[in-house]
């Protein structure tokens, strides 16, 4: 059993319109978790992070989280095509003395 | 400051040569990681330094590969004998301590091409 999973996509939303991308993680005892956004040839890049349960938003990106259920989720509102990219979901989890795990990420397509 | 630096960007090497990337992280960063990612796929984690405790290697898929971390700062991660196969981008992150845990800072990775 995978970690840290998320659905490979790809995930296509019209222009404006509001993108849902999950991650479910194993281990209950995860701490803080991660979006990062990579572009086709670039490197990862953070763009949200979460540590409490509940919602946290910044600009048009919002990080939802439930322990309980396990798991994270990242909403983009206004969707653009500049945000076509794979999202990346990483965990801390409590034991793991490699402190961070990805998921595989998401592939989302912003169609104009 | 600067960011996470490193490299080449690009190396290009015949199979059974040795090679040797490098990654400066962010200064006071005590956590660097070394991913490995082939075209369309996800991170593959190869190994983790943390501080002056024993590197977390349980991601390293031979024994032609090997990484070390001099005086807490610099790392580099040598392929031996490299094949075909080992054809990737190798990206460096790091992050500094903090208590719940702190995002990593990737470097623009070294794009690897075995011929």
């Known amino acids: 059993q995978k970690e840290v999973e998320q659905n490979s996509g790809p995930l296509s939303v019209p222009e404006g319109a509001i993108a849902s991308l999950n991650c479910t993680y194993s281990?209950?005892?995860?701490?803080?978790f991660f979006w990062y956004r990579q572009y086709s040839g670039k490197s990862p890049e953070l763009i949200m992070s979460i540590y409490s349960n509940g919602d946290k938003e910044d600009g048009r990106f919002t990080a939802q989280l439930n322990k309980a259920s396990q798991y994270v989720s990242l909403l983009i509102r206004d969707s653009q095509p500049s945000d076509s990219a794979t999202y990346l979901c990483?965990?801390?989890?409590?034991?793991?003395?490699?402190?961070?795990?990805f998921g595989s990420g998401t592939q989302l397509t912003v169609l104009p | 400051g600067a960011g996470v630096s490193q490299s080449p960007s690009n190396k290009v090497t015949e199979k059974g040569k040795d090679v040797e990337l490098r990654c400066d992280p962010i200064s006071g960063h005590t956590a660097l990681y070394w991913y490995r990612q082939s075209l369309g796929q996800g991170l593959e984690f190869l190994i983790y330094f943390q501080g002056n405790s024993a590197p977390d290697k349980s991601g390293l898929p031979s024994d032609r590969f090997s990484a070390e971390r001099t005086g807490g700062s610099v790392s580099t991660l040598t392929i031996q004998r490299t094949q075909q196969e080992d054809s990737a981008v190798y990206l460096c992150a790091s992050s500094r301590p903090g208590g719940l845990g702190s995002p990593l800072h990737f470097g623009n990775g070294t794009r690897l091409t075995v011929t």
């Open positions: 990483a965990v801390i989890s409590s034991g793991s003395a490699r402190q961070l795990t």
């Open positions: 281990d209950r005892g995860s701490q803080s």
